[in-house]
C-alpha cells in the first residue's frame, strides 16, 4: 500500500516557477513510477510528465522544457519543478504511484494522492 500526499501549489503570476512534491508512505517506494498528471476546469486529467524507478523520464510535448521531475528515494519524494508557467497550465495536480509500465496512461498507476492546486494568473 501507498499513500501520497502533494504540496507545493499556489497562486503565481505567468513566468514564475513553482516546485510541487509529493510525498509517498511506504518501504516499496523506490520500485514504484510516479507520474503527474493534472486537470483543469471542465477538462479531463492530462498526463504531465513521469519518472520510472531507475530514473528515466518522461514528458508530455505541452511541458517539455518547461518542467522537470525527479525523485529522491532516500526521502521518499518526487519533484515536479514548474518553470515559465502559463495560464493553461492552471490545474489541480495530481501524483500517483503504480508499476506498470506505460506511464503516459492514468490506468497503469494503482496509487493517487489528492492533488494540489496550481493556478498561473495572466
Keep these: 500500500q501507498v499513500q ?20 509517498a508512505s511506504g518501504r516499496t517506494f523506490s ?3 510516479v507520474g503527474w498528471f493534472r486537470q ?3 477538462k479531463e486529467r492530462e498526463f504531465a510528465a513521469a519518472i520510472s524507478w531507475n530514473h528515466a ?3 508530455a510535448e505541452s511541458v517539455k522544457g518547461r518542467f522537470t521531475i525527479s ?13 515559465s508557467l ?8 495530481y501524483c500517483a504511484a503504480g508499476l506498470g509500465g506505460n ?3 492514468s490506468d497503469e498507476y494503482q496509487y493517487w ?8 494568473s495572466s
Design 57 to 59: 523520464t518522461y514528458y
Design 31 to 33: 520500485k514504484y513510477g
Design 113 to 120: 494522492g489528492q492533488g494540489t492546486q496550481v493556478t498561473v
Design 4 to 23: 501520497l500526499v502533494e504540496s507545493g501549489g499556489g497562486l503565481v503570476q505567468a513566468g514564475g516557477s513553482l516546485r510541487l512534491s509529493c510525498v
Design 86 to 93: 502559463k495560464p493553461e497550465d492552471t490545474a489541480v495536480y
Design 71 to 83: 525523485r529522491d528515494n532516500t526521502k521518499n519524494t518526487v519533484y515536479l519543478q514548474v518553470n
Design 40 to 42: 483543469a476546469p471542465g
Design 103 to 105: 506511464f503516459y496512461r
